[in-house]
C-alpha cells in the first residue's frame, strides 16, 4: 500500500447521486453529474452514471477524453478555446458557449466531420463568471448562429455562485425561463434544455421552491460531498466522507508551540506568527502542500488540530487526542471540495477505490 492515498467509497458517490436524482425528479428536472473535482476518473464516472443521471459534464476535454467509453451524453463545461474546437466536437455531445467566433469554429469542425455539435448558451444572471449579460447581443448571435451547419442551439443555461456568489432565486432563475420562452417564440426553436445552474440551486427543491420551466442541474459538488452549495448546508440522507485522505507519520516529537530564535520569512514567502501554548506533541506527516492546502483537510480524529507544514510536510497538534500514535501510523482526513480537487489532481497521491 502506497502513502498518501486517496480513497474513493464508489458506493458512497452512487447513493448521494441517487438521493439527488430522485430529488430533482421529483421537480422534473434531469442531472447532469459532474467530474471535474475527480479529474474525470472513469470509476467514479461510472458510480455517477449508476446513480441515475442523464448526462456527463466536465470543464476540460482532457477529462471527457477519458470517459469516452462510457456511453452517455457528454457535456464540456467550460467555454471552449477554439484551439480545441475539434477535440469538442468529437468527444463533447454538447458544450455550453458565449462566443460567436468559437461557435463559428465548432461548426467548421463539426462540417468537416459530418456531423451536428449541440450547443447550449450560456446567460449571465449576475454572477459575473461566463456568458451574454445582454439579451440583446444573445439575440444578434443566435440569428447568425442559427444561419450555422452543423451547429444546434438546444438549450440556454446559467451559473450561478461561483464567481461572485450570487445565490439562486425565483426571480433570477425565472428570468432564464422567460429568456428561453422569448427565444422559443421568437425564433421558432424548440430549446429543450434549460438549465438552471449547479449544486448552489438545490436549496430551491429542498425548500419545496419550484422554478417552472427549467429541467436540467449541473451537480458536481452535491454528490461527492453531500451538501448544498449556496449556504453550506447538508442535505439528508448523504455521505460527505466519499473521499478520505490517508496519510503516514514519519516524526512525533514533544516541542515548544513557539519557534526559537529571530522569525523571518516561511517557505512560501510569509512571516509567520504563533500563539504559545507550551510543549505539544508534534506529529509530522508526508504531504505538503503540492498536495493539499491546510486548510481543506479535516482530520476524523477530533483530538487532532492541524498546524501547517511546507510544500513536503503537513504538521498537527496530536496532544488532545485520546490515541497514542507511533511512527508508521497512518491519519485520515475528510476534505472539503477544494481538497478533493488537489488531491485527486496531485500525481503524488494515490487513488484507491473501494
Ligand atoms: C463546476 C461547474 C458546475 C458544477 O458545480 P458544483 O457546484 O460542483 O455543482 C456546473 N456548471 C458549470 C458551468 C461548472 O463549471
Known amino acids: 500500500m502506497y502513502y498518501p492515498r486517496i480513497e474513493v467509497d464508489l458506493s458512497k458517490i452512487k447513493h448521494n447521486t441517487e438521493v439527488l436524482v430522485s430529488l430533482c425528479k421529483k421537480y422534473g428536472i434531469d442531472v447532469a453529474g459532474v467530474t471535474k473535482s475527480f479529474c474525470g476518473h472513469p470509476d467514479i464516472a461510472r458510480a455517477i452514471v449508476e446513480g441515475g443521471v442523464k448526462y456527463l459534464a466536465d470543464s476540460r476535454i482532457e477529462n471527457l477524453i477519458k470517459l469516452k467509453d462510457i456511453e452517455i451524453p457528454k457535456i464540456l463545461l467550460r467555454l471552449p478555446m477554439i484551439s480545441e474546437a475539434e477535440e469538442v466536437v468529437e468527444y463533447a455531445d454538447i458544450s455550453l458557449n458565449s462566443e460567436l ?36 447581443d444573445l439575440f444578434n448571435d443566435i440569428e447568425k448562429i442559427i444561419e450555422l451547419e452543423g451547429i444546434k442551439i438546444i438549450g440556454i443555461g ?15 432563475l425565472g428570468r432564464l425561463v422567460d429568456l428561453a420562452n422569448k427565444i422559443r417564440e421568437k425564433y421558432n426553436l424548440e430549446l429543450e434544455i434549460v438549465s438552471g445552474g449547479n449544486s448552489s440551486s438545490l436549496h430551491l427543491l429542498i425548500d419545496n421552491k419550484k422554478v417552472d420551466g427549467i429541467n436540467l442541474l449541473r451537480l458536481g459538488e452535491s454528490i461527492i460531498l453531500g451538501g448544498e452549495t449556496a449556504f453550506g448546508n447538508r442535505i439528508e440522507n448523504t455521505y460527505n466522507d466519499a473521499f478520505q485522505l490517508v496519510v503516514e507519520i514519519i516524526e512525533i516529537k514533544e516541542k515548544p ?4 530564535g529571530e522569525i ?10 504563533f500563539v504559545d ?14 498536495d493539499i492546502e491546510f486548510d481543506s483537510i479535516i482530520p476524523v480524529d477530533e483530538g487532532i488540530s492541524v498546524l501547517g507544514g511546507s510544500s513536503d510536510h503537513l504538521i498537527l497538534d496530536g496532544t488532545d487526542s485520546i490515541n497514542n500514535y507511533r511512527v508508521g501510523d497512518k491519519v485520515r482526513f475528510k476534505l472539503t471540495y477544494g481538497g478533493i480537487l488537489r488531491a485527486m489532481t496531485s500525481e503524488y497521491v494515490k487513488k484507491q477505490i473501494i
Request: charge should be positive.
Open 101 to 136: 467566433e468559437t461557435i463559428k469554429a465548432l461548426s467548421k469542425a463539426s462540417v468537416a466531420k459530418g456531423i451536428i455539435h449541440n450547443i447550449i448558451l450560456m446567460f449571465d444572471l449576475g454572477d459575473l463568471r461566463e456568458g451574454y449579460f445582454k439579451e440583446e
Open 158 to 172: 446559467t451559473n450561478l455562485t461561483c464567481y461572485g456568489g450570487v445565490i439562486p432565486r425565483e426571480e433570477n
Open 257 to 260: 508551540s513557539v519557534p526559537i
Open 264 to 273: 523571518g520569512r516561511d517557505a512560501f514567502g510569509k512571516v509567520p506568527t
Open 277 to 290: 501554548k507550551g510543549i505539544r506533541k508534534r506529529i509530522i506527516c508526508a504531504i505538503g502542500k503540492q
